[in-house]
């Protein structure tokens, strides 16, 4: 099992929390071993939406982790119990929260390439770059180019009208959003609301709704064109991604792809694809799993990735002579 291990401070964790997940579910106060691990399964098993698309069966699960957990075990061997069986889900946005215990979430970037090496694009591609909010941008090869880290720094209309004055004479249109690992989906409808005049259809969210399998309530993705008459339409537009792309930036990768001309370049998205809901286990823990699907309008479910119109890997002869496979791969479709 592939997971990765991070400590957090609680400030931190809760903003993720928070920015990821709806409404805190509480349940029962209790010290009990069995009865908290059975209010974590018994939760993961009505609220978790990931258990059918990745055909995990809960009552079989629930019987190998139960035949772990005694009255009498100690906080840290109940924590690692019920984490590993919240692991199983694969879901990048589980989580279970134990004051000063490390956090292990699921890696969904663990066995596939990074095809992106910043360090290679600030030295040989962005010279003479500039900031435009936080947006870094650039005329490469007459394309305009943005470099977009991370959907939590917000993005003002201001920032977009000024975008799009700044590539006003470029032959089109490279996002970079490679690596990134996601945040408000306010600034994703920021972006794509200036490439289309008319509502669009993006997919949908199916929301778990109870423990059986069909048990979810449907509803639309849909996104209005911005009302600043500063649009960037009927041009070529090429998203850059990666397997790092998660959460938002998946959804981003997804949905934008519903829009004329806009393509995908490097490799498939990350997962994380779904929204949050937590509960407060009771002995006081939180624990957190996705309790959402997200589809695009392509039928494609956002958490098992979304495949590159272009597949491109970073090669170690193009990394060794200083190119960017993948941007230079972009480029060349202009």
């Not at 290679?120 to 909010?133: P, R």
Request: charged content about 20%; proline content about 2%; aromatic content about 10%.
């Amino acid at each position: 099992m592939q997971i990765i291990q991070k400590w957090v401070i609680i400030a931190l964790l809760m903003a993720s929390i928070t920015s990821c997940t709806k409404e805190l579910i509480t349940t029962n106060a209790t010290d009990s071993p069995i009865m908290v691990f059975n209010q974590a399964s018994d939760f993961i098993k009505t609220h978790s939406a990931f258990l059918g698309i990745k055909n995990l069966n809960w009552d079989s699960i629930h019987i190998i982790y139960s035949n772990k957990v005694f009255e009498g075990m100690t906080d840290d061997s109940l924590y690692n119990v019920i984490n590993s069986m919240l692991l199983e889900l694969q879901d990048g946005h589980a989580l279970l929260y134990y004051e000063n215990k490390a956090v292990t979430v699921w890696d969904y970037t663990a066995g596939y390439p990074i095809n992106f090496d910043k360090q290679l694009l600030d030295s040989y591609y962005l010279q003479e770059s500039q900031k435009i909010g936080p947006f870094t941008v650039a005329i490469i090869d007459e394309v305009g180019y943005v470099y977009y880290p991370s959907f939590a720094e917000n993005i003002a209309e201001s920032d977009m009208d000024d975008l799009i004055d700044f590539i006003a004479d470029a032959k089109g249109l490279i996002i970079d959003i490679r690596s990134n690992g996601g945040g408000d989906g306010t600034n994703s409808n920021t972006i794509l609301s200036r490439f289309t005049d008319k509502e669009v259809y993006l997919g949908k969210q199916l929301v778990k709704s109870g423990p059986d399998e069909d048990d979810y309530i449907e509803s639309k993705y849909t996104l209005e064109p911005a009302e600043s008459q500063k649009k960037y339409l009927n041009e070529q537009i090429i998203i850059l991604t990666n397997r790092g792309d998660a959460s938002t930036s998946a959804f981003f990768t997804g949905f934008a792809k519903v829009l004329p001309n806009i393509t995908s370049v490097g490799d498939k998205t990350g997962g994380a694809g779904g929204v949050g809901t937590s509960m407060q286990l009771g002995n006081g823990w939180q624990i957190v799993v996705s309790s959402t699907i997200g589809i695009d309008a392509n039928n494609n479910v956002i958490e098992n990735g979304i495949d590159p119109d272009i597949k491109v890997d970073q090669s170690a002869a193009d990394s060794i002579n200083h190119i960017d496979s993948i941007l230079e791969t972009a480029l060349l479709q202009f």
